[in-house]
């Protein structure tokens, strides 16, 4: 727990355009900034959530022997760098470093390699005499000398970088960046495929987490949305769900002020789907407890429709219709972002608009994430 009292609740209201929009309550700007006797203020500009390789994960289920891994990330909020390392899923130690980021050597307590134990994380000294400037791009190389065994990892981030000189959209071990400029919210998105950036082009920053962020400059915004994730069931290739990773991947970041969750399409259309809404409202609700209680403002959001999508049926839009009514209207959240009426057809609301859809049915294109950034909306975010 961080001692922070919850954030008063916010008020679904609309847009002059009329997409509904949310209220999210914004740091004090000392704490967004200032220092403390312990140093600066740390918090997430870059993150990522990690799931165990599967067998089809070749380079990650063997792991790497004097690997070397360079990833390419967009930031958030500027400043101080240091990085964040996590092998969630590892039964062994690994060795890393040498690392450097754009260039400059990072270290561990003055060290330029240290042990990351299993299960846990390793977190560099401050990088010496680099700041970066709000949404800069990062470059990390890190050297994995090995043999790591299997290594925890994001599986597409829709961006591209290497393992030994082949590229790959995967980042293996770096689980975040954290810097000190963060002027403005600070934000986990705990999120699926939609916030992951499926339907946006790779290397384009355009998934709808990027897109608030470039509104909020100064904000701080970690992306932990998972492909295929569900907020109630784990699944060996799409991960632990929404509740049993939500201590790790959300409340293990530093100065976090809001969580916003937005789990639950998956829910309903993997195998075995839910029928009712109760199941997923009580899963809500226990995510909402957790947030309050470790001091954060927790936001909701509304399940986008999915009608074209393979396994849509006029049932399961029934149920989450349902489910967002009570999200809506039932008070789990502090505040609610309704990405439904961002997202729908007001001709035929159970699917996406046409303008909006990438063309499954179920992932918004670039402009369908913009709708769904601009549905959060600043004046009350700032």
Same mark, same amino acid.
Request: charge should be positive; hydrophobic fraction near 40%; proline fraction near 7%.
């Given at each position: ?181 963060? @002027?403005?919210?600070?934000? +986990? %998105? #705990?999120?699926?495929? !939609?916030?992951?950036? /499926?339907?946006?082009? $790779?290397? *384009? ?115 989450? @219709?349902?489910?967002?009514? +009570? %999200? #809506?209207?039932?008070? !789990?959240?502090?505040? /609610?972002?309704?990405? $439904?009426? *961002? ?40």
């Amino acid at each position: 727990m961080n001692g922070r009292r919850p954030a008063r609740r916010g008020v679904l209201y609309a847009t002059a355009a009329g997409v509904a929009a949310v209220a999210v309550g914004a740091p004090n700007a000392r704490a967004a900034q200032g220092t403390g006797s312990a140093g600066p203020l740390w918090t997430a500009s870059w993150a990522t959530a990690q799931t165990a390789p599967t067998a089809s994960d070749r380079v990650a289920a063997a792991g790497l022997t004097d690997g070397v891994c360079t990833s390419f990330l967009r930031l958030s909020a500027g400043g101080r760098v240091r990085l964040r390392y996590a092998n969630a899923f590892g039964t062994a130690p690994v060795l890393v470093g040498p690392v450097t980021a754009d260039g400059r050597p990072v270290t561990f307590a003055g060290r330029d390699q240290e042990w990351l134990a299993a299960g846990a994380t390793l977190t560099s000294d401050a990088v010496e005499g680099l700041r970066v400037a709000d949404g800069a791009r990062l470059s990390v190389r890190t050297r994995l000398p090995g043999p790591t065994g299997p290594l925890s990892f994001h599986r597409n981030t829709h961006a591209w970088h290497t393992v030994d000189g082949v590229r790959t959209r995967s980042v293996l071990l770096l689980s975040g960046v954290e810097t000190t400029g963060a @002027r403005g919210p600070v934000l +986990a %998105v #705990l999120g699926d495929s !939609i916030a992951e950036g /499926v339907g946006t082009p $790779d290397d *384009a920053d355009m998934r709808w987490p990027d897109q608030l962020a470039r509104r909020l400059g100064g904000s701080a915004v970690a992306n932990l949305g998972i492909s295929g994730n569900r907020l109630l069931r784990d699944d060996p290739r799409f991960g632990p769900s929404g509740q049993a990773r939500f201590d790790r991947d959300v409340l293990g970041l530093p100065g976090l002020r809001t969580v916003l969750v937005h789990l639950g399409v998956n829910d309903l259309q993997h195998p075995p789907g839910q029928s009712e809404p109760a199941p997923v409202l009580a899963g809500y609700r226990q995510l909402a407890l957790r947030a309050r209680g470790a001091g954060l403002r927790v936001v909701g959001a509304t399940i986008t429709p999915f009608e074209g999508w393979t396994r849509w049926s006029p049932e399961l839009d029934s149920v989450r @219709r349902r489910i967002n009514r +009570a %999200v #809506l209207t039932g008070g !789990i959240f502090d505040a /609610v972002a309704d990405f $439904d009426a *961002a997202l729908r057809d007001p001709g035929r609301p159970s699917r996406v608009l046409p303008a909006y859809d990438s063309g499954d049915g179920l992932h918004p294109g670039p402009s369908g994430h913009k709708a769904l950034a601009d549905a959060v909306d600043r004046r009350r975010l700032l």
